[in-house]
């Protein structure tokens, strides 16, 4: 069964890095979105993508956070200089359309 | 925008028991209600969904039920197992192509062998 696959699966970086989180949808999708999980707290949406451009952001997705979707498997989402709260569980999602979205098994970012 | 209240976040019952996860949301215009499983180091995975032309799915051990009304939605898993422990979390969304995901806060499920 395809699935979305993330890597790293657990990245550590310094205050004021720059950190790039790589995601591979599934094959055939074209929607896809990142979310963040900050430790004991709601999985929350940060941006989606479609047709090569941003489709919809929350108001977390400010200007240190850019996604790009390089080739026609991958797609990034960069940190341009991290910060501590930044911390956080962060999943790649992808879907064919109509709403059903599936989830990656996330990246670890720890920010020290 | 769009809130979903999730409780228990907490919930243990022994197995061969029934659990039953309740939740609210605040938007009226939403009208798909995905629930997802998620097992320690795996991301959140899709087990069953409504929307909202319908009010009760079934699969197998598991039925959801929405009431559109009062805006409340619910996740019922029958006959639970062991392997049912996770955190599930429902959300809800608008119907469209790229329409975000609001997640409630999870519910974590301990099934007593």
């Known amino acids: 069964e395809p699935e979305v696959t993330q890597t790293p699966s657990h990245q550590v970086t310094q205050m004021g890095q720059e950190v790039i989180l790589r995601c591979v949808p599934i094959s055939n999708h074209l929607y896809f979105y990142w979310y963040r999980q900050i430790l004991g707290q709601k999985v929350e949406f940060l941006v989606s993508?479609?047709?090569?451009?941003?489709?919809?952001k929350s108001e977390i997705f400010d200007d240190q956070f850019s996604v790009e979707r390089p080739d026609g498997s991958n797609f990034t989402l960069k940190i341009r200089s991290t910060k501590l709260e930044d911390s956080a569980m962060y999943f790649c999602?992808?879907?064919?359309?109509?709403?059903?979205?599936?989830f990656g098994p996330g990246t670890r970012l720890t920010v020290l | 925008g769009e809130n979903v209240e999730q409780h228990p976040s907490t919930l243990s019952v022994q197995e061969g028991d029934s659990a039953v996860i309740k939740c609210t949301y605040s938007?009226?215009?939403?009208?798909?209600f995905p629930w997802y499983k998620q097992e320690l180091g795996k991301g959140p995975q899709l087990i069953i969904d409504?929307?909202?032309?319908?009010g009760e799915k079934k699969d197998q051990r598991i039925a959801v039920t929405l009431n559109k009304t009062a805006k409340h939605f619910s996740l019922h898993i029958t006959e639970t197992q062991p392997e049912d422990s996770a955190v599930y979390f429902c959300a809800a969304s608008i119907s469209g192509g790229y329409q975000k995901v609001t997640f409630g806060i999870g519910t974590k499920l301990q099934v007593i062998p």
């Open positions: 409504i929307r909202s032309n319908v």
């Open positions: 999602a992808s879907g064919a359309g109509y709403n059903e979205q599936f």
């Open positions: 938007d009226s215009a939403s009208n798909y």
């Open positions: 993508f479609y047709n090569n451009e941003i489709s919809e």
